[in-house]
């Protein structure tokens, strides 16, 4: 969960990673006895130009984004930026409407590149964003404005009492991780264990653990954070978090109780070994105990922490569903912190499901905190739209934070509706007609 998260909670974080890192996504439980398929989704999931309209950008003329000897800023689809290179030639498409190559050079003018459209995914040209998409109808890739269109999603949001998260300037930022500091000293103060303070690039790790058990927690941090930004289009040099992201890790249930009870107001935290905490403004601040568990659980809790804070602070504020939040979280902890556990476990899920024919009948209602045994079927349920097509769960699930209600975005992305969804999944583990 996002606010209270037991053992069972760290799955869905896998699936995001399989996704950014080319892993073969988490082994089913049970096999498909025949290939999943999107029955009539291909244009809806598909874009096209007809799906951005407006912000459709022209790749001729003096005003062209990509013109001639136009600075640029570009964002490659290996999460690599090339900064202030110039553009000196663009290879177009069947009537000037898409683009297939762009010829850019660096600031020295030693440096020449000729970069396919599909190496390329966002343009920085002034003070504008593009982004390149490829148009199904076109069979080539447009551009398209994303300054305007996230401008128009905002207002969007704004109707719904959500908003994009905005930018933070390297002032603001050093201040917010001043005041980080200042609190976490104060968390120091409390307590009459030793404690470490380790700051990476985009985390403030506190802890009292002992000082060898550190690096096995701290060294894959930015690490992970990175493969998340891939997954989802984010540079990966890009800190989204306000400020950084605080962890704060605890040897024993005592000092983690206590810590959440003191600091973040927070008396209900017995029966869980982590918890993520979100605030309006976009702080977050993970807090978990070691404990008896072995170092994996402990790991894995960080991760499916750590990813509800990463996915919280991608494009807007608006949160997702129980079952999607805490299935992405699960998938991407059980890819980082492999553990066989988690296998037998789900497994153990699925076959309450086969028997029952029903995923617990609040699975899909956002309003209901799921189940222990129901974090596993989440997180299989994820991992099978991800077999899908990962490129859809992807455009699903920011669907969602750009204002889309889950049906809508289900049926824009993948041509379903919640119904079809479910008698798919359920043929896939051999249960028909499987209730909600």
């Not at 398209?144 to 719904?160: N, V």
């Not at 704060?248 to 109780?257: G, M, P, V």
Request: aromatic share 8%.
């Amino acid at each position: 969960m996002n606010q209270r998260i037991n053992l069972r909670s760290w799955v869905l974080l896998a699936t995001v990673l399989a996704i950014a890192v080319g892993l073969p996504s988490e082994q089913c439980v049970y096999s498909q006895s025949s290939k999943a398929k999107i029955k009539g989704a291909a244009s809806k999931a598909s874009p096209s130009s007809d799906d951005f309209g407006k912000y459709v950008v022209a790749l001729t003329g003096d005003e062209s984004p990509i013109a001639p000897q136009k600075k640029v800023t570009l964002l490659l689809s290996n999460g690599k930026t090339l900064t202030d290179f110039e553009v000196t030639e663009s290879l177009l498409g069947k009537g000037n409407e898409t683009l297939k190559f762009l010829s850019i050079t660096d600031p020295d003018g030693k440096k020449k590149q000729k970069l396919p459209s599909t190496q390329v995914t966002r343009i920085g040209s002034g003070e504008r964003q593009y982004e390149l998409i490829f148009d199904s109808t076109k069979k080539g890739h447009i551009l398209i404005d994303i300054t305007a269109r996230d401008a128009d999603i905002d207002q969007r949001l704004r109707s719904q009492r959500q908003r994009l998260w905005p930018e933070q300037s390297d002032e603001e930022r050093a201040k917010t991780i001043a005041d980080y500091k200042e609190f976490l000293e104060r968390v120091r103060a409390s307590y009459q264990a030793q404690s470490h303070l380790h700051e990476t690039q985009f985390f403030l790790f506190f802890t009292d653990l002992p000082a060898n058990q550190i690096p096995q927690y701290v060294a894959n941090l930015d690490k992970m954070y990175v493969k998340l930004c891939e997954a989802f289009g984010v540079p990966k040099s890009k800190n989204l978090f306000l400020g950084k992201c605080i962890i704060c890790a605890f040897t024993t249930e005592e000092s983690y109780l206590a810590f959440e009870q003191k600091f973040l107001d927070n008396p209900n935290a017995k029966g869980t070994q982590g918890l993520y905490h979100g605030s309006s403004d976009g702080r977050a601040i993970i807090a978990c105990f070691r404990g008896n568990t072995d170092a994996a659980t402990l790991g894995a809790v960080m991760v499916h922490e750590t990813t509800h804070g990463v996915t919280s602070r991608i494009r807007s504020t608006v949160g997702l569903p129980p079952w999607l939040g805490e299935g992405m979280a699960d998938w991407i902890a059980h890819a980082v912190v492999p553990r066989s556990i988690a296998a037998e476990r789900q497994k153990q899920s699925v076959a309450r499901v086969q028997r029952s024919g029903s995923l617990g009948g609040n699975f899909f209602d956002e309003r209901s905190s799921l189940e222990a045994w129901q974090y596993d079927i989440a997180s299989h349920l994820v991992n099978f739209m991800v077999q899908l097509d990962s490129g859809r769960f992807r455009s699903f699930f920011l669907s969602i934070k750009e204002g889309d209600a889950p049906e809508e975005a289900l049926d824009r992305c993948y041509g379903m509706t919640p119904a079809e969804l479910l008698a798919q999944y359920g043929r896939s583990i051999g249960v028909a007609n499987l209730r909600p």
